[in-house]
């Protein structure tokens, strides 16, 4: 009896070995062949969150272009991913995320060399390149942002102006303000569009932090606060707004409805009154408003609406960063994708975004909202401390880099299952538990 | 009187059940002619302008790759279903023609197995098909659609149960080992659970959705369903496009059950009685 | 070869296998190799089945009991952390209170089945258009069905459109934006989806009930309700046990509908969304398999619990 079991499990062993044997032995060839050359060539895949340069065909064209420069290259593949965020995390839990792609959000700093190969010394790359503290760690650098972002509101001119609105709103309350005007002059738009079902939009309003108070070393302070959600800091104006302008009916009536795509058309045509989003999406709602048969001018660019000693600031850094994926087997060829994407290929002129290189220049349609406000650029955390910030983060639960952290206040503000206080009160309450979960 | 009555109860039931039914479909099919301008002003009981534009119809097929999408289905589906029959069938031989040590127990692991449903050990499931080195390959549904339908063995058992002995007998005394009276027999034999499988399988694996979208995440190996879903991305402010991707991936299920309707019952109620 | 040689233990509930001819001449390594047959069928099979489900299962547990954030090469045991960490936070007990809805209207979808694979199985004109209509969404990929139903719900779409035309403006709603309502929206999409499957399986039942038994009880004078009550009820009872099984785990593994209609915002976030998103999103591997493993003892539970209340006669396996 004993020995028939043996046998069997014996059996089963070697079932397994087996079917292992000849599972791994099928996909072997499925992935691409080490290029040990030393020069750029074979092939190479790309992961890119720009669906819609994917659709336009704008990557064939920079696809095109990088193999003329380097015509060994025998094929680049690009993946264009909607839900960018959450299918390349997931993705990262194999060795399977593409050669070349942009470092997902919720990627903390100490992280970073476990699925990131090394670009580089930050000093270094700092002379060419700029905002590479965010994707660094402990003086070297895994990300070079694709292009710089300054943080401010985009919104639609004409419907600013239908309602007599002609200054930037100085204060929150101001703010709200004018978007009942808008909606008072036409009942028939969203004020405020927060792009709730598709999530990410949503993880744009956590870069106000910073500008809010002018503070460079805002985060730097932050993670020895119990209490970021109070006395008019960063983080309690920024949600505070959110929770009152959807408590206040300016947003979108159904937000579970809402569409990326959609909301560009929307705000474009003047159905949307104003969105908080980066200055990278201001060529896409422009483009937006002249496909609808608009113009480009339709489209202008505010700061949040928050003064400090009488200045608008506003928070400029890099977008995402291009990495490579530290298990990829054309290291090469993905290195010069990436200096090639940032010299060649015109992605930051045509993104309308600061350029990430030192001298590049600011874009025109930058040059006004840049004259009205101050940049401030956040300083890196000090040595040693680079993840604790992502550590509190994580270890309180709220994660700023996740959707989730927004749409419960969104959820709130319309339930009343909270109120304003209330989720201050929670999310202080949980930050304070992860300052000290992490003995910070 | 009171038969007149519930007999224009049954009827009015079943039309109303109908309109219920029908009435989204109708819709996404009416949306899926209309151009841009036509979707977003019209009332979407309005039937299209023209039943000839088919202009959102060629956006689906060349930009949303649905045609890739029905190939890779196709594939997979083929590769699958191999493997379930060969599977299945293996299993039910063993277990109904020879009585050995540890029968009952394998009895046992595949009743328990039953009750396990799929989607909670995914998790782990994940890493298993990770370190096997399957993650975003093809492999990684086969080997799941095939190695996890226990259904499938069921349907065997009690088909294999059908099949006389006599007939192994006979082959026996004709001196066949049993790899050939499993394929020259038993096999042959099974043709009608076999057909039950297809079906059920098949319409399970074109509709899958969850493991693909976990574990298949290559544009270029997408099966119909994340084809679909990935359609809907750049294309979210185009509900004629993603209403004409949707009438895509009905059509062909449509026409294989109005012609297979008889095999199409009989295999979910054999399926399920089973 | 037979059931005597080896003396299996095993049920032979089945007829023995008839006498078969005996070995002949063969010797010990014959019989040995024909010992060894059964197992190399099974080989694979049984291979596969504790590669997919069994592995995972002893995997999810270990899993469960560390911080494993699926990455790192080394986990950290941590006792029963994950489990508090369930049980603490409502989001985490919210999916099981969400499943609680389909769960409700499975019982919905079981009763419309029933009552049309009744009708059905009387006399009725066209029987297989009603039949091909009712079953035919359960043929729908479920993406096409979510996106079908966000074109059907969203606001002025199809329902809206026959609410105001019936001057039943009253009952507008934001479909899946009204928390109220969204978890019951997501329900009743997935009754629509799901219940040609009970009805075709219910009727296959029904129809599998000879007709001199209708003939018997219509000559004792049984009306519809008696024929109903007395002789289908009956039959698929076991029909209706299975279904009820189906139901529990159909309810704790509601995915496409939900994620692909509202991605599991307002509230209707379910089981399978959020495992999937703490095990890969935020990488708590231990977290999510604690959760696993709390919805496969549910099952299991109600499994037995269901067995034990409606005992029947046990599935013949062997």
Known sequence: ?440 | MTRALTATGKYLSLVVASVVTLLPLVLILFGSFKTGQEFLATNPFTPPESWGNVANYATAFTRGGMLRGFANTVVVFVAAITGTILVGAATAYALDRFRFRGRSAVLGLFLLATLVPGVTTQVATFQIVNGLGLYNSRWALILLFTGTDIVSIYIFLQFVRAIPRSLDEAATLDGAGHLRIFFRIILPNLKPAIATVVIIKGIGIYNEFFLPFLYLPDPDLRPISTALFAFKGPFGSQWEVISAGVVITIVPILVLFLLLQRYVYNGFTSGATK | MTTTTTGAPGPVDAPAPATRPAPSGAGRGARRRRRAVPYLFLLVPVGLLLLLTYLPVANMFWYSVTDWDGLARTKELVGLDNYVEIFTDPDNVRVFYVSLYYFLASFVQMALALYFATVLSFRVRLKNLWKGILFFPYLINGVAIGLIFLNFLKPGGGLDTVLLAAGLDALVRQWTGDPAVANVTLAAVSVWRYTGLNFVMFLGAIQSISSDVYEAAEIDGANRWHEFRHIILPSIRPIVGLSFILAISGALSVFEIPYVMTNGGNGTETFVIRTIWMAFNRNMVGLASAMAVVLLVVVLLVTWVQRRVVPEQEVDLT
């Not at chain 1, 710089?148 to 600013?160: A, F, R």
């Not at chain 1, 020895?224 to 983080?235: C, F, L, M, Q, V």
Request: aromatic share 10%.
């Open chain 1, 1 to 440: 009896m004993f020995l028939h079991q043996r046998r069997g499990r014996l059996a089963v062993a070697s079932t397994a070995v087996a079917l292992l044997a000849l599972t791994t032995a099928c996909s072997g060839g499925a992935e691409g062949e080490e290029n040990t050359t030393g020069e750029p060539g074979g092939s190479l895949t790309v992961l890119t969150w720009r669906t819609d340069l994917v659709e336009d065909g704008t990557f064939d064209d920079y696809v095109e272009r990088f193999k003329t420069t380097y015509p060994a290259v025998t094929d680049v593949k690009v993946e264009g991913i909607t839900d960018y965020e959450g299918e390349v995390k997931t993705r990262m839990s194999t060795d399977n995320y593409g050669d070349v792609l942009a470092i997902p959000g919720s990627v903390t700093p100490d992280q970073l060399g476990d699925f990131f190969e090394p670009l580089g010394e930050q000093a270094e790359l700092a002379q060419e390149y700029r905002w590479l503290a965010d994707k660094s760690f402990e003086g070297t650098s895994y990300g070079i942002p694709v292009v710089g972002n300054v943080q401010g509101l985009v919104y639609n001119t004409k419907v600013w102006k239908a309602a007599g609105l002609t200054d930037f709103p100085t204060t929150p309350d101001e703010f709200l303000e004018d978007l009942a005007a808008l909606k008072a002059a036409d009942p028939g738009i969203d004020p405020l569009y927060t792009n709730y079902k598709d999530g990410w939009p949503l993880t744009a309003w956590e870069y106000y932090r910073g500008g809010v108070s002018g503070d460079p070393d805002y985060v730097n302070q932050m993670v020895t606060w119990d209490d970021p959600w109070a006395d008019g800091r960063d983080h309690e104006v920024i949600d505070g707004l959110l929770y009152d302008v959807v408590a206040q009916g300016l947003t979108e009536a159904d937000p579970t409805t809402t569409n990326w795509e959609q909301s560009k058309q929307l705000l474009g045509t003047g159905k949307i009154g104003v969105m908080l989003l980066g200055s990278w999406a201001i060529p896409q709602m422009q483009q937006a408003a002249v496909d609808a048969g608009g113009s480009a001018d339709d489209i202008g660019y505010m700061p949040f609406p928050a003064q400090a000693d009488g200045t608008f600031h506003a928070t400029a850094g890099g977008d995402y960063n291009l990495g490579i994926n530290v298990a990829s087997k054309n290291k090469v060829t993905a290195r010069a994708w990436i200096d090639w994407f940032h010299h060649e290929s015109g992605y930051s002129e045509s993104q309308v975004g600061l350029s990430p290189l030192i001298d590049g220049a600011t874009p025109a349609a930058l040059a006004d909202f840049v004259d009205q406000v101050e940049l401030v650029e956040m300083n890196p955390a000090p040595q040693g401390k680079e993840s604790l910030f992502a550590d509190i983060d994580t270890a309180s639960g709220i994660v700023t880099t996740d959707p989730k952290y927004r749409q419960k206040i969104i959820d709130d503000a319309r339930s009343g299952a909270r109120t304003k206080q209330q989720v201050f009160d929670d999310l202080n309450a949980a930050w304070a538990e992860g300052r000290a979960d992490v003995d910070a």
